[in-house]
């Protein structure tokens, strides 16, 4: 089952941390139900997060990115997908064949 991953650094250290099930498309109502969770407000999800979110599959938010005042240094969110421990990447440099 696919999951987002949701990680509160403090200190250069995890704090806190949990998963939610969801699917690719559903990160934003994930990601509420985590701050929930956490007891945290929820970020504002910007372009920028978008963007990171659909290239990376992973994305963080500062203290800046918060209506409220948040006693960490950043929230971090990663999509874990079950099928990707086999999906490989297609990129030339990546193909180590002929050693």
Same mark, same amino acid.
């Given at each position: 089952?696919?999951? *987002?991953?949701?990680?509160?650094?403090?200190?250069?250290?995890?704090?806190?941390?949990? @998963?939610?099930?969801?699917?690719? =498309?559903?990160v =934003?109502?994930?990601? @509420?139900? *985590?701050?929930?969770?956490? +007891?945290?407000? &929820?970020?504002?999800? *910007? +372009?920028?997060?978008?963007?990171?979110?659909? =290239?990376? &599959?992973?994305?963080?938010?500062?203290?800046?990115?918060?209506? =409220?005042?948040?006693?960490?240094?950043? *929230?971090?969110?990663?999509?874990? +997908?079950? +099928?990707d421990? @086999?999906?490989?990447?297609?990129?030339?440099?990546?193909?180590?064949?002929?050693?």
């Amino acid at each position: 089952m696919p999951r *987002l991953w949701a990680r509160i650094i403090k200190k250069h250290r995890i704090d806190r941390q949990g @998963t939610y099930d969801c699917r690719y =498309e559903d990160v =934003e109502e994930a990601l @509420t139900e *985590l701050c929930h969770e956490f +007891d945290i407000p &929820r970020p504002i999800w *910007l +372009d920028k997060h978008r963007r990171e979110y659909e =290239e990376f &599959r992973r994305t963080r938010f500062l203290p800046e990115h918060f209506m =409220e005042d948040v006693p960490f240094q950043r *929230l971090e969110i990663e999509y874990l +997908d079950d +099928d990707d421990r @086999t999906r490989r990447s297609n990129d030339p440099r990546n193909q180590f064949d002929g050693f």
